[in-house]
């Protein structure tokens, strides 16, 4: 398989962005990947690069966006950070990934199981790590059950993945708020902003 062109990007719909990142997860979890020559990718995308997403998920070594999406090289714009939030930074990335760049979709992915989300549910203090930390209880508090303060840590895998649940919306939700670019283009119909979560057990991915 051939790299996205940029006759190809320009004919993919924010709902055909979608629909291609659902069928490539569903060719993953089955162990169905795409056959790609991947140095034939390198050589097509040597003069430019036409990605049809932006995928902004953890660090976590089991969820790389290109693998459980069969997606090959040149195809997504990944963005990645300990809980899959956002900052000035990286609402930047994404403007220049959908705004100059031609990408029709942003997907924001968490998933089971998180470590930033467990050390969040935690209140874990360590270094620079206690700064990241700090962004992400927003969500542990957004999440009002259970109210008994023993089953809210990260020894209660359900809690865990409610709150990494609820950090997705609210990433979300700070996007379309603190980028006026992307939410106009969101409006108009260029984009679609959209959250998920990725089953590290199953290798499935669950669109919000």
Same mark, same amino acid.
């Given at each position: 398989?051939?790299? =996205? ?8 719909? %924010?709902?055909? &962005?979608?629909? *291609? ?13 795409? @056959? ?14 036409? %990605? ?15 693998? =459980? ?6 195809? #997504? ?21 959908? @705004?100059?760049?031609? $990408? @029709? ?7 089971? !199981? ?21 962004? #992400? /209880? %927003?969500?542990?508090? &957004? ?19 409610? *709150? !990494?649940?609820?950090?997705? /919306?609210?990433?979300?939700? $700070? ?12 409006? /108009? ?15 499935? *991915?669950?669109?919000?």
């Amino acid at each position: 398989m051939k790299a =996205i062109t940029k006759e190809k990007q320009a004919k993919m719909t %924010p709902e055909l &962005a979608l629909e *291609v990142l659902k069928e490539g997860n569903k060719r993953f979890s089955n162990n169905l990947q795409v @056959k790609r020559d991947t140095l034939q990718q390198v050589s097509d995308t040597s003069f430019g690069q036409f %990605p049809f997403a932006t995928i902004l998920s953890c660090i976590d070594s089991r969820g790389s966006s290109e693998l =459980i999406f069969d997606q090959g090289i040149g195809d #997504i714009f990944s963005i990645r950070i300990a809980g899959n939030f956002v900052n000035e930074d990286i609402l930047g990335s994404m403007e220049f990934a959908c @705004k100059l760049a031609g $990408a @029709k979709l942003v997907l924001v992915l968490g998933h089971t !199981a998180c470590g930033a989300i467990k050390g969040a549910c935690d209140h874990a203090r360590l270094g620079n790590l206690t700064a990241l930390i700090n962004k #992400i /209880e %927003p969500a542990v508090e &957004a999440v009002t059950e259970p109210k008994d303060t023993t089953l809210r840590n990260s020894s209660n895998a359900t809690f865990v993945d409610a *709150v !990494a649940k609820k950090n997705v /919306e609210m990433t979300i939700d $700070a996007i379309r708020n603190s980028s006026s670019i992307l939410a106009e283009m969101e409006r /108009e119909g260029s984009i679609k902003i959209v959250g998920g979560m990725y089953d590290i057990k199953t290798g499935k *991915v669950h669109f919000y």
